[in-house]
């Protein structure tokens, strides 16, 4: 295993790379530049702005540069927030998102799970068909459709809970809620058919046959095997939700990692992007070896090559 979470890591960065290198070009090919919306800039401020940043140097020098930094832990300063580093604003508001975010995936675990082994158990029933409309629906329904429902009656109409923020537990209910709805549904489809598909197997049978339990069946027997396409998407999902929910924290006004890095978009904060992307795509990768770790612990029969 040793030698396969190395080859993993190795492979990681290379993507790291890839990624970096990929958004870096792309970002400096779009036509226009991160000054162009500043009011009534003369040419020689804008060339000012230009040599500051390090804009005006080829970007042979310029990739080189900013690579290395980044090799450091160095993002370089935000070109629109003037005085404060990308990194320490990634910093100050990624622990909001990671709040966010890891709220959203334990509550997705802790009712999708059950509710896909509840569905697989009661197959055919009304609880099934219940489990299975309540899924569907999770899917089809965009997050923001559910933000704008639960901010207008919970928030307006009943006033029972705050619409903007995350100054107390009760400020978490609805994104938490708004955020988790999509992951949870999923979660539910993928262990209704990973469960039903385990239950039909001969060993299920066989352990039936010999007065096993039905608690005993779905946990130690069933549960186990069934579980791993779950942990195949919690792995993607967890470093998705961390980062928060763009549309979620725009409508709740939450101060998290998403509404920075759709500001740094629209306005062309080019160190910005790259920080953002580089530190996103580094987070997935981890999660990525996490996964395939954990399989290896679920399932011993795995082999890891």
Known sequence: MFKYIVKRIVLGIVTIWAVATLTFFLMNMVPGGPFLSEKAISPQATAALEAKYGLDKPMSQRYFTYMTDALKGDFGDSLKQRGRTVTSIITSRFPVSARLGGSCVLVSMILGIPLGCIAALKRGKFADSL???VATCGIAVPSFVICTVLMYFLGVKLA????IGLDSIKHY????AALSFYPTAYIMRLMRSSMLDVLG???????????????????????RNAILPVITYVGPMLAYTITGS?????????????????????????TMIMGTTIFLATLV???NVFVDIAYKIVDPRIKLK
Not at 160 to 163: E, F, H, N
């Open 173 to 176: 209910i609805m994104p938490v």
């Open 246 to 270: 763009f549309v979620v924290e725009k409508i709740f006004v939450i101060p998290g990692l998403g509404g920075e890095f759709i500001k740094a978009i629209n306005g062309r904060d080019y």
């Open 160 to 163: 029972i809970l705050p619409t």
């Open 201 to 223: 197997q001969d060993y299920m049978r066989t352990a039936r046959a010999k007065g096993l339990a039905g608690g005993v069946i779905l946990f130690k027997h069933a549960l």
């Open 285 to 287: 990768i981890i999660m």
């Open 131 to 133: 489990i299975s409309v």
